[in-house]
């Protein structure tokens, strides 16, 4: 990094001496983040810090959500503790710029509020604000003509460019959109500049930014074309053929796809020595006229291609109120022709989205609106070739077939000359590819396109700078409004749980309602909970959606999809039928269908791009429930018993081997052996506890449904075991319900097939959810009935550790001697068994029931023997909890200073290793002692911060740091109140 924002004419660096003075700081995003105090650079800390703070000022004074912030440093799969951190890193940077700032004071530069944090800078001290200026004032020069002003102008603001918005790749981004489009911004004015430079010979103004520019958007043809051509007008025409030359062999390495024909043009005034254009005379620096070429006779009827719109449209009013914005947003600045590419699932209801959208911009684009299906997926005729779109493009805007040339390169040209300075908006429905849409796409930044295809057309964004829209589901109530529009109100409110009945088993797909809808419209008679009980007794399949309509039904469509695969993509996509989790990753569809991991991410692409499946969050991929429901149809269809039970042992097999890997990290002693390994089988790979904490979350929902469908299809003994490889991480995070819901059931599970072992192990793990709800009796019995179990197996590690849960309940309940004998118990039988963490985690409980019976000698003397156990052994658990134990032995004894120091060091070792609840644990007590020493600001930060960590679960914690928080708000509201 630089040590000074570099300043330009006009620019962030040029600042008056009284500004400076008065303000000190200047911010610049356009390039790794920086800032800059009285002109020396101000360190920005940790990669997660910089990142806020680009984030933020890329949206200077507009306010950035928590979330938004949580899913650019973490993604999809953020820590538990994400939103403590980002509040911390928030901390941190208000104090680097305003070290004396007194504690939750506002500040001057970073605010927050209700909907998030925003940075509040003076627009001539960011580099951002400055070049959007010059930019707007270029813009304007050159619209009156202005042109030395206008390049002046654009020299300046280039010049504020450092590189790609805030260092966003290199700081390791995972949703790169605020930044992206600010670097769509910069590239679009660099092609003005170029372009503008070219006319009055002044390319060596803009070379040096617009190389730089290009090579961190090495696809961006447009970007590319100009760098040809301005290369060339600075007498390097070698250099700018062997730059194209480097620019089609990349697009052909990394997209397959031949340059466009911007880039090709540039390509040919190179070769043709046509680069630049000629000065007025006089030297007066403004450019001459282009000269006439000759025009195709034009037609004055204009083009009014687009189907009807739908009668009742309604909802998607994001996606409305987003392209509105966009389309708006171009319209202003006129920079480049915006283009919407939307996409999704079959049925999902693109089409009608695209052409609604259209029917409401039609008085923007006064010169026509051009509309074709491109049949990119209809398999009762082929794909439309780019050629065959473009004569009736062509036609259509009045260029006679004599006129028009045979080559599609050509006639691609000629579409975009026709448009050119008009203002027209194309709609592209049903595409199949990139290569298919990027001929039909005007040039002039007049103009809209909207696309709509199964597929999602990342290349148009990488290429075009397209904006991409995935449509979802409809949500409950605008399937709703769906239904109500179409049917009637009257009807719809008359049965309204039969109406959301219908939705539930429409899985929100409008497609799916809309043969509902004609169907009650069909027999006006017909009762809503009459077709609701026809969907329920379909039990899933799609006979529920049968129509005589075949463009309208279920099966007919998403078999255009399924058509499209190869043989072993159709046979992944059979198999997924199989999986009984709400969403799945790459290498658990490796599993299940028997190939390499690399196999699999070429098939789950392949699946991908038909729009059978959608990866709805990063690396993790689902089916809609209809689609589901067809697959299942196929796989019983195509593939036999036997090779259905090897599909689903395959899966099970790798769920296992995981979540064994994963509770192995973790740290906790497991008491079985690990599963047997499969072949074809593909597991997670995990390197530390962190990730297998991640894992772990991400699969709860499916290891959920693997338990289940385990013991349905009767085999208890891999469910329990499963289960066990779950019982710590739902005791770390909080999942006390479902940890007792499948324990449960597991339980009952191993009681009917008489498996002794697996009941012992199941009413232990099913005691240890009963306990942290707050049932103690029903943990007792439990673990009574496990000891039993254990005793007569003769499982010594099972006795100890229920000795061990059994001191704890009893200590919960106040009765502490007995509570002690039970840990001495189990403390005898984990040394005779050689289980250290075992011995650490029970002498850590036996000094804290001594603690509770003011013994704080022998808890300290206790303590003092696990602690160097635990650092020997490097546990997390074992270091964490026995400053627990010692934090509330301090605290007994009245030792509140040193006691809130190890509250605090404990609950920074379970923060550092994402173990929610041992961390609100450690944050509960840490409020209690600050509460007692008298800092109730403190007591509030910790309670918070717990809270934050589990306001999402149902558990007893949650109340009492409710109730905690309420009496700090009442202790400290005024008396009496004012006028």
């Known amino acids: 990094m630089t040590d000074t924002i570099p300043s330009a004419r006009g620019g962030i660096g040029h600042v008056s001496p009284a500004i400076g003075d008065k303000l000190s700081f200047c911010f610049a995003v356009l390039g790794p983040v920086q800032v800059l105090r009285a002109g020396v650079e101000v360190d920005l800390g940790a990669r997660q810090q910089r990142l806020i703070l680009a984030l933020l000022l890329a949206n200077a004074g507009q306010p950035v959500g928590i979330s938004t912030i949580v899913e650019v440093l973490w993604g999809e799969r953020p820590p538990a503790s994400a939103v403590n951190v980002v509040h911390r890193y928030v901390g941190t940077l208000r104090r680097l710029f305003e070290p004396d700032l007194p504690a939750r004071s506002p500040g001057r530069w970073l605010l927050g509020d209700a909907a998030g944090y925003r940075m509040q800078v003076d627009p001539f001290h960011l580099d951002l604000s400055r070049w959007r200026m010059l930019a707007d004032q270029a813009r304007l020069d050159a619209s009156d003509a202005r042109w030395p002003a206008a390049m002046a102008s654009y020299e300046s603001a280039l010049a504020l460019w450092r590189g790609p918005c805030g260092g966003a790749a290199e700081l390791a981004a995972n949703d790169q959109l605020t930044f992206s489009a600010i670097d769509h911004e910069c590239a679009d004015l660099a092609r003005e500049a170029t372009a503008l430079a070219l006319r009055l010979d002044k390319t060596r103004a803009v070379l040096p930014v617009l190389r730089r520019m290009a090579e961190h958007r090495p696809l961006d043809e447009a970007l590319q074309a100009q760098l040809v051509l301005a290369v060339s007008a600075d007498g390097q025409q070698a250099e700018a053929i062997a730059h194209y030359q480097n620019v089609r062999r990349r697009l052909a390495d990394e997209l397959g796809v031949d340059p466009g024909e911007e880039l090709r043009e540039a390509y040919q005034q190179v070769i043709r020595q046509e680069v630049g254009t000629p000065v007025a005379p006089g030297g007066t620096g403004t450019p001459a006229p282009p000269s006439p070429s000759p025009a195709p006779r034009l037609t004055t009827v204009l083009p009014a291609q687009l189907p009807a719109d739908l009668a009742h449209f309604t909802g998607r009013d994001e996606a409305q109120s987003r392209t509105l914005g966009l389309v708006n947003g171009h319209i202003l600045t006129q920079a480049s022709m915006p283009v919407l590419a939307i996409d999704g699932i079959p049925g999902i209801g693109k089409t009608s989205l695209a052409i609604h959208l259209a029917h409401q911009l039609t008085d923007a684009y006064p010169d026509g609106q051009l509309y074709v299906d491109l049949q990119g997926f209809d398999p009762e005729q082929s794909v439309l070739h780019p050629a065959e779109a473009l004569q009736g493009f062509l036609n259509a805007l009045g260029v006679p077939d004599a006129d028009i040339p045979v080559s599609h390169h050509a006639r691609s040209g000629l579409y975009r000359s026709v448009l050119s300075g008009r203002r027209i908006l194309v709609v592209l429905d049903n595409a199949h590819s990139v290569e298919q849409v990027r001929p039909l796409l005007p040039g002039s930044p007049g103009c809209l396109a909207l696309v709509t295809s199964r597929k999602r057309l990342t290349g148009l964004a990488t290429a075009h700078g397209a904006h991409l829209m995935t449509l979802d589901v409809l949500s409950v109530e605008d399937a709703r409004g769906f239904l109500a529009s179409r049917i009637g109100a009257v009807r719809t409110s008359a049965e309204p749980a039969a109406v959301d009945e219908v939705i539930e088993r429409c899985g929100r797909l409008p497609l799916a309602l809309a043969v509902v809808a004609s169907r009650a419209l069909i027999h006006p008679n017909h009762k809503l909970n009459d077709i609701a009980r026809e969907l329920r007794d379909a039990q899933g399949s799609l006979d529920g959606f049968s129509t005589d309509d075949i463009d309208n039904d279920i099966r007919a469509i998403f078999s255009w999809s399924y058509r499209t695969l190869g043989a072993q993509a159709a046979r992944m996509f059979r198999l997924l039928s199989l999986h009984p989790g709400p969403d799945t990753a790459v290498p658990a569809m490796a599993s299940l269908a028997g190939v390499t991991l690399s196999e699999a991410r070429l098939l789950v692409g392949e699946l991908v791009r038909a729009g059978l499946l959608a990866e709805r969050k990063v690396g993790r991929f689902s089916m809609h429930d209809l689609i589901r429901a067809y697959a299942q149809e196929l796989v019983h269809r195509h593939d036999d018993e036997a090779s259905r039970a090897e599909a689903f042992a395959r899966l099970t097999a790798h769920y296992w081997q995981s979540a064994y890997e994963a509770d192995r990290l973790l740290g906790p002693s497991i008491m079985l052996d690990p599963p047997e390994p499969a072949a074809d089988v593909v597991t997670a790979r995990l390197g530390d506890g962190i990730e ?69 192990f199941m009413a232990r793990s099913l005691s240890g959810a009963e306990m942290l709800l707050g049932n103690h009796e029903s943990a007792l019995e439990l673990l009574d009935r496990s000891l039993q179990l254990f005793t007569a197996i003769g499982h010594c590690e099972g006795q100890a550790l229920v000795y061990r849960n059994l001191g704890q309940v009893t200590d919960l309940q106040g009765k502490h001697q007995e509570a002690i004998g039970h840990f001495e118990r189990a403390v005898q039988l984990m040394e005779a068994q050689g289980e250290l963490l075992g011995q650490v985690l029970a002498l850590g409980c036996l000094a804290d029931a001594h603690t509770s019976l003011g013994h704080y000698d022998v808890s300290m003397d206790l303590i003092n023997n696990a602690l160097p156990i635990a650092d020997a052994l490097d546990s997390i658990h074992g270091q964490g909890f026995c400053r627990e134990i010692l934090a509330k032995c301090l605290q007994a004894k009245g030792d509140l200073p040193a006691a809130r120091r190890t509250w605090d060091e404990a609950a920074d070792i379970f923060r550092r290793s994402e173990w929610r609840m041992n961390t609100v644990s450690c944050l509960l007590h840490l409020g209690d002692t600050a509460l007692a020493m008298g800092d109730a600001a403190g007591a509030r930060q910790a309670w918070q911060e717990a809270l934050d960590l589990t306001a999402h679960l149902r558990l007893p914690e949650v109340t009492e740091l409710k109730e905690r928080l309420g009496r700090l708000d009442l202790a400290s509201a005024p008396v009496g109140g004012g006028r």
Do not use: P, Y
């Open 692 to 760: 297998a904490g991640s894992w772990l979350n991400a699969e709860r929902q499916v290891l959920k449904a693997m338990v289940q469908r385990l013991i349905e299809a009767g085999d208890a003994a891999t469910a329990w075991r499963l289960t066990v490889n779950l019982h710590f991480f739902n005791q770390r995070e909080g999942w006390c319900h479902d940890w007792a819901a499948t324990s449960r059931a597991c339980l009952q599970a191993a009681t009917a097939a008489g498996d002794d072992l697996g009941c012992a």
